[in-house]
């Protein structure tokens, strides 16, 4: 499409906007991507015309159509940023700036992708809330458009999508642009699963189209008969919806009923609550299915009454009831409040509509390891929030699953670092205790207590977390000072000095300084830690002619390279590899590598389930890599499921393995109680790519319901 339709749109609701900004911006993309073709081989510029369409969708400003229509000039053209200011101004400049760094990602692994990801974008976010709103319009036409690609790329930009940007649809309220991520990406995440739904959703729809259409014709006249005006009408949930709640809470398609939401759009909140009082004496309410966003608004400033009753024909129907402005918030978000429609395109410390993105800018600036962000950020993403009230009747809302430790933090860092326990509805509760809606939680402290490391299994909020982990890391660095202190004054006790003597202040600071220690403390702590030892260390303080005299110390090796386990440190350590059993790291695997007490360096797998517990330390994290070359076998193990005992079929597992050339360690075969097959073999592998060839060969064996790799 070209760009008449969009300025033909915008004069019939803005007559006075400048249209002709948006002639010219189009006119100049067309110029510079003039030639350039999608993978579906459609004019390239067919996609940031699109993207500009659902722009306008979102009813931003000509400045955001504009950007929406060069958001790619910078990174994919000869156009530079300098030629787009000086074309379109600094506004336009800067919103067509913050996309591209967006984009711009040279980052290897898939976490750190995702994590500077983010911190691109709630930067960019801080700045001007529109380039967070025209990346996800970006994201949405890329995923209508993503059939093209191969099957390896779609799925990983759809996981993505689910993982990242739906939610923060979700978080920004624009809840059918986060209807529509979802489904997109169910559809190339779980493409049969998405078919089979789609057809019985529309089969059952059918069924059900009369059930509900009778539902809103007795609605609708009994709030006419009570002198409520409102507007009824049904909205069938979005299929990822549907297919979330069956996995989650193991139900059939059979066993889902409120497949239509219904909804009634009033003129007041009054007539909310009157309509909800109708709804209430003509159907039986379902216990615990009523939640009142419209005294208790979400983050994103949804605002509701929800509430699912029993209707005429026996099922449960769920009912919505919203005022037109709590409409308008619930479809357009942020976007129906945003601040600079007044002049400001910034956030504004006082709109509580941007209280979350200033919370995610905190965490990007606080949070520097990546892997913390990320998890930080998803678990904050997309939370099913309680409502619950401090003593003095104040409301705060937390993830479901918090605990009162989260809700201590929540107050005060300095409540929840002495917290000892908690009354719930005026009931001690243990600090385990899951928080309720409606609960009145009151935190009882002591200031001789403080948090212990078992916290961070209990509490779901990133604030408790964060400040839970930096205590704990600042009394870790407390003890490592004085540990450190205590093994240097042994080792010198042996080379008959004393730590006073060696520390003067001239020397020390001239000694550590040029190893790149900042003070003597640090120096200490590295030595408790165990990343330096009292050897190393004290090789540092003193001249080597003095240590070698003396016989007992001698100068640090300065090899970095493990050729024998495969694996390189980078920077000048010197320590010794270990592979973790949790997850036994195969080379292609993604990995991670934890300074432990006295046990060298321990490996892992990036996405080890130990790695959230083990990672609160970020001084004890260090980089490692693979080798090119595996040189050693490593073992893993496998389970495969047959489903039916066929002769031959052990033979036949056998062989596909060791056409790979993997030698089997250990066999372990066994029969279930339903009969299936289970058998979990030992394997020596050199590295990932061998072991996923051997198990592609295992899934086509007739009669092989399943192969997995065991961790641990």
């Known amino acids: 499409m070209g760009i008449e339709p969009i300025i033909e749109r915008i004069r019939a609701v803005a007559p006075d906007a400048d249209v002709t900004l948006l002639q010219r911006a189009y006119d100049f993309a067309a110029r510079v991507h003039k030639g350039q073709e999608r993978i579906s081989g459609e004019p390239y510029l067919s996609h940031p015309t699109a993207v500009a369409e659902i722009v306008l969708n979102l009813k931003m400003d ?158 609708q006249q009994k709030l006419t008969e009570g002198g409520i005006r409102a507007q009824i009408i049904g909205r069938p949930k979005h299929f990822y919806s549907i297919y979330k709640k069956m996995r989650d809470q193991q139900k059939g398609f059979d066993e889902i009923y409120d497949l239509t939401a219904v909804r009634a759009i009033t003129e007041s909140v009054t007539d909310c609550y009157g309509s909800l009082g109708v709804i209430h004496s003509l159907w039986k309410p379902i216990p615990g299915r009523f939640k009142d966003f419209i005294a208790m608004p979400k983050s994103n ?157 209990l509490v779901k909020t990133p604030r408790a977390r964060g400040r839970i982990r930096q205590w704990i890391k600042n009394e870790e660095k407390v003890r490592s000072i004085s540990l450190g202190k205590d093994l240097l004054e042994k080792e010198l006790r042996r080379l008959g000095k004393s730590l006073s003597q060696i520390l003067k202040p001239s020397a020390v600071t001239k000694a550590l300084t040029g190893h790149g220690y900042a003070t003597p403390d640090e120096f200490f702590a590295t030595v408790g830690f165990g990343q330096l030892s009292p050897r190393q260390a004290i090789a540092k303080l003193l001249p080597a002619e003095e240590l070698l005299q003396e016989g007992e110390v001698k100068p640090e090796r300065k090899a970095s390279q493990h050729p024998d386990e495969g694996v390189t440190l980078l920077g000048s350590h010197d320590f010794l590899v270990r592979f973790a059993m949790c997850c036994s790291p195969l080379p292609g695997d993604e990995i991670v590598g934890f300074i432990t007490r006295g046990r060298g360096v321990s490996v892992h797998s990036a996405d080890c389930s130990n790695l959230n517990q083990l990672m609160y330390d970020v001084d004890r994290k260090i980089k490692v890599s693979w080798d090119a070359a595996p040189k050693t076998a490593h073992q893993v193990k496998i389970r495969v499921v047959i489903g039916t005992d066929r002769p031959g079929i052990l033979a036949a597992l056998s062989s596909a393995i060791s056409a790979s050339k993997i030698n089997i360690a250990q066999a372990d075969i066994r029969v279930t109680d339903d009969g299936k097959g289970l058998n979990t073999f030992t394997l020596e592998v050199l590295d990932l790519k061998q072991l996923q060839s051997a198990m592609g060969a295992i899934r086509q064996i007739d009669g092989v319901l399943g192969v997995e790799r065991i961790r641990g």
């Open 62 to 219: 000509v400045a955001s159509i504009a950007a929406a229509l060069l958001h790619d000039v910078v990174e994919d053209t000869h156009a530079s940023l300098e030629e787009v200011k000086q074309t379109f101004g600094d506004e336009i400049g800067d919103l067509v700036d913050g996309l591209t760094k967006i984009s711009r990602l040279p980052f290897g692994s898939r976490i750190e992708h995702q994590a500077e990801s983010l911190r691109k974008m709630v930067l960019a976010m801080s700045k001007d809330i529109r380039v967070i709103l025209i990346k996800l319009a970006d994201r949405l036409h890329n995923m209508r458009t993503l059939e093209p690609l191969k099957e390896e790329k779609r799925r990983l930009i759809a996981r993505e999508t689910l993982d990242i940007y739906a939610p923060i649809a979700h978080r920004l309220g624009i809840y059918w642009m986060k209807a529509e991520l979802e489904d997109l990406a169910l559809r190339h995440l779980e493409r049969d699963a998405y078919q089979d739904l789609a057809a019985r959703i529309a089969k059952k729809l059918q069924e059900r189209e009369k059930d509900i259409n009778e539902v809103i014709g007795i609605l």
């Open 301 to 457: 400033m949804y605002q509701s009454l929800h509430t699912t009753v029993i209707g005429p024909v026996g099922e449960p129907v769920e009912i919505q009831i919203r005022t037109r402005e709590m409409h308008k918030t619930a479809e357009q978000g942020i976007a129906a409040h945003w601040a600079y429609k007044e002049g400001k395109a910034a956030l504004d410390p006082a709109d509580k509509g941007f209280a979350w993105i200033r919370q995610l800018l905190e965490w990007q600036r606080d949070l520097k390891d990546s892997r913390e962000f990320l998890e930080t950020v998803k678990v904050d993403l997309f939370p099913e929030e309680v409502y619950v009230f401090t003593p003095q009747g104040d409301v705060k809302s937390f993830p479901k699953g918090a605990c009162p430790i989260d809700f201590a933090f929540g107050v005060h860092t300095d409540i929840g670092l002495t917290c000892v326990g908690a009354r719930a509805n005026g009931r001690l509760v243990p600090l385990r205790y899951e928080l309720q809606h409606g609960d009145i939680i009151e935190i009882l402290s002591d200031s001789k207590h403080h948090p212990s490391r078992d916290w961070l299994k």
